[in-house]
């Protein structure tokens, strides 16, 4: 039986648009008896609109977000995802009781450390060593402790020659830095985090990334992350949840609402990677391929992440060996890297009659830097003709830069790079 650390219960946030208050003085104070010493529903509430941004709407009232209710296990790191503005934030603000909700009960165990904007919990007068006892002392946090985590905190951040000065001389950058580095090291049971972690730079993300890793996997702690960089959510999430115009439209498994997500957000011709299949074997036939855990044909990448795993499920009327082959072309159709293994090195698989998995994990050449690219997917038998899967249909995307530098593969055709997969 599960035991949430976090739930919300029909929550829900609504925003006066325009000017606040009842229009009476009177009715202002029957407002604030009822909500705040009676702890009742606000009695001058009104049916708002949904928070859908793209229309006009007629009234002066909207919901942010609208019947909320999900829950989260102590350890789970859920990605919560959807377009600007649809409530991503505000659900965030709630749980870090930055404001309150209009309908609706939260519940969390524990502290709350939120990294929500740049800057935030901070004073911009004090110091940074002087905000960081600040902020653990917030969080109910003794002296003791935070002395014992500062060293902890400030190797992280990077940021020891300006401990002593102001916040308010930092950079955006080391700003994020810090706050990460607080919310993170003082050992809160609910880790939020927003889209501020953007602002760093790739190094820093990755050690962000990592550190979130730890803190659910190694010390069973919970966290939120918000992010519009899709590799990372799939990376670090294990479950998410889609909002859509304030309202929950999926959660489940990460691979699924981020599908969703793409399907419904992104892109209107996102469809599913079998639809791009040109000609097949004869008594041949592939159910379902996956790119990086999705059967869709748009997939990110992260500076952070170097593997690329190709599945595919099929059946077939004959045994017949094969082995996988993809070039990886750019924008403008340049073929830049190759996996072909099987006729290279003679590695195929034996496929067996009736259903079949084939799957490789092939390690992405590191010259290539961020940007968009295309990939062409062949089955390859030896001796026997390519046959060709999906040409030109599956689009990667790349966030970042990798470090070090390709190598060749001496069989390869001149100017192109070879490809190998973990064995």
Known sequence: MSNPILKFENVGKLYHLGTFGTGSITRDLTRWWKMNIKKEVDPYLRIGESNDRSKKGSSDVVWALKD????????????????????????????????????GIIKAKGRVASLLEVGTGFHSELTGRENIYMNGTVMGMTKHEINRKLEEIVDFAGVERYLDTPIKRYSSGMMVRLGFAVAAFLEPEILVVDEVLAVGDAEFQRKAIGKMQDISISEGRTVLFVSHNMASVRKLCNKGILIEKGEISIEGEINDVINKYYINSVNPDYRKITEGIHKLKEGLKINKIFLNGSEYNQSNISYSQDILNIRIEGETDEDFKTDIQLIIRNNEGIPLATYAEGHYKGIVARIDKGKFILERNIILPKFISEGDYKIDLFLQQPQVENQMLIQNFINLHIDGKFEEPGRPLNSQREGLFGLESLK
Request: proline share 3%; glycine share 14%; no cysteine.
């Open 68 to 103: 909320i209710t999900f829950d989260v296990n102590q350890g789970d790191v859920v990605g919560i995802i959807g377009n600007n503005g649809a409530g991503k934030s505000t659900l965030l603000k709630l749980l870090s009781r930055i404001t309150t909700p209009s309908t």
